[in-house]
């Protein structure tokens, strides 16, 4: 079983919706972070997370929530989503030496 | 801030030859962390290799191996004997230690050549 998992995989959504991405891991780790990768542009982040009591914005949080469950669980909500929020989201921990593990991604369309 | 400049989009090698990719990095800090990460058609992100700025050694992993010169702030990565699966964007990326982030760079598409 993957160490860190994305739902959905896939969605499509209006102008205005609000929905929300979901991460799980079981790798024990405390920080957990959510990207953003568009063309060309590498990945951003978004929001990050040391523990539960603990959520800081990223260099692209606007328009973007975020909820830190438990421990193994990292939400990324689009509150009223738009076209330009269009883009392939990861979820990501950090384990020893600073190494992050990656989620398999979720690709949004926002129409 | 930290940045991280990839300066070649697209490469192409042919199989079972060798392939350097490059990334700078600008950054006043003296203790960091440098990774190459691989981003197949699958669009999982996977690690390839770490370097730890206070090591002067160049780390290895089979294949993939860097040349770390830290007072040029260059990370290049080298693919031996390169494979079709090979074939992927690369991404490299800065981590500060005490850091809360990495910073990417905006990635080398690689095509590996029957």
């Known amino acids: 079983d993957a160490d860190v998992t994305q739902t959905p995989r896939n969605r499509i959504t209006k102008t205005g919706k609000r929905i929300m991405l979901e991460c799980s891991q079981t790798?024990?780790?405390?920080?957990m972070y959510w990207y953003r990768q568009d063309p060309g542009l590498g990945l951003r982040l978004i929001y990050y997370?040391?523990?539960?009591?603990?959520?800081n914005k990223g260099e692209i949080s606007d328009g973007y929530s975020v909820s830190r469950q438990a421990q193994a669980k990292f939400s990324l909500s689009l509150e009223s989503a738009i076209p330009n929020q269009t883009a392939l989201y990861f979820c990501?921990?950090?384990?020893?030496?600073?190494?992050?593990?990656f989620g398999p991604g979720t690709r949004l369309t926002v129409l | 801030a930290q940045t991280v400049t990839q300066s070649q989009p697209e490469m192409s090698v042919q199989e079972a030859e060798t392939v350097t990719l490059s990334c700078t990095y600008d950054?006043?800090?003296?203790?960091?962390?440098l990774f190459w990460y691989k981003q197949p058609p699958s669009r999982q992100m996977i690690l390839v290799i770490r370097?730890?700025?206070?090591?002067?050694q160049n780390a290895t992993e089979n294949r993939f191996s860097v040349n770390f010169q830290k007072a040029a702030k260059s990370f290049s990565l080298k693919i031996s004997d390169s494979q079709l699966g090979d074939t992927a964007m690369y991404f490299c990326?800065?981590?500060?230690?005490?850091?809360?982030?990495?910073?990417f760079g905006t990635g080398t598409s690689l095509t590996v050549i029957p």
């Open positions: 990501a921990t950090r384990g020893q030496g600073y190494t992050q593990y």
């Open positions: 790798k024990g780790h405390d920080r």
């Open positions: 997370s040391f523990d539960v009591k603990d959520i």
């Open positions: 950054t006043s800090e003296n203790n960091y962390y």
């Open positions: 370097q730890e700025a206070y090591k002067q």
């Open positions: 990326a800065f981590m500060k230690v005490q850091g809360n982030q990495f910073y």
